[in-house]
């Protein structure tokens, strides 16, 4: 089923699609196998029916996600659904939804299930799970990229029209990339994470996983928000209509550029940044080396005290485990 959110929005305006329907058949060709680990618990056509009645006699142009199908990482709550975080013994069920979860059901979206991550939201290759390692949309014998994996492959497979991934280190960008989907980071504080299990919790942000840009957009203008119960959540808006071109983008002095031997990337970071130009696009070369320091920090420096402080409680009353 081919899910861009545009199109469905489509066929429900013209009235040729319900979300009732849409459930039905999304459930029946999801099926029961999960042989690539995508889910650690997708949801009942019973409990996705819930959400698609809700929509029954509602007006498509009240909603902005109307019917629109998405797919959750095992650390941000759903309500009423095991949260994992991929960590059988660190199970909760949540009696509410995380505050952007609630915020993308209310404008209409139909959560399918929970999906496969790095354990803890702590790794980037997505198999790092005791639920299984998540693979590659592609090709079976390719990792998925993490912590987001089932995330990423459940879009990339048709299942869900857009993902919540969670995106401290590159959780959010790297299956993304693996899997050919844009995987949008917001800046720190436009998503809430409340609701969301603590990896670094001064740096993590709500990512989204979406088959364009446009549709990552139209997901990003719905779930930010101040959240009042979140420290780190800010003031801000979404500009919905900014004009393409005439921007400026960065790319890393030549000698700091690094391939790690892989004879395809040179030619298509230069096919990258040739596409940017013809968008309208002046690239600007800048010093990467402090963004490389900073990133070293998360695994290197006193960051990674906070991924520790995030379930502290738990580790040290399993510490014997």
Sequence with gaps: MHLEISRLRALYLSGELSPVALVKQLDAEIGQDDSRHIWIRRL?????????????????????????????KDNIDLAGVPTTAACPEYTYTPEKSAFVVQKLIDAGAIPVGKTNLDQ?????VGTRSPYGACQNSFDNAYISGGSSAGSAVSVALGMASFSLGTDTAGSG??????????GHKPS??????????????TLDCVSIFALTAED???????????????????????????????????????????????????QLFEEAVSKLKALGGQAIEIDFEPFLATARLLYEGPWVAE???AIKDFFESKSGA
């Design 44 to 72: 009942t056509l019973e409990e996705m029916m819930v959400y698609a009645n809700r929509l029954v006699g509602k007006d498509p142009v009240d909603y902005p996600l109307y019917g629109i199908p998405f797919a959750i």
């Design 120 to 124: 803890f939201a702590t790794g980037l």
């Design 173 to 182: 960008r790297v299956p993304a990339a693996f899997n050919n989907l844009v």
């Design 188 to 201: 720190c504080g436009l998503l809430s994470t409340s609701g969301v299990v603590p990896a670094c919790r």
């Design 216 to 266: 990552a957009k139209a997901v990003l203008g719905v779930a930010q928000g101040y959240d009042e119960e979140d420290p780190y959540s800010r003031k801000a808006t979404l500009r919905q209509n900014e004009v393409a071109g005439d921007f400026t983008f960065g790319v890393p002095k030549k000698d700091q550029l690094a391939f790690f031997g892989n004879a395809e990337t040179p």
């Design 307 to 309: 991924r520790y402080a």
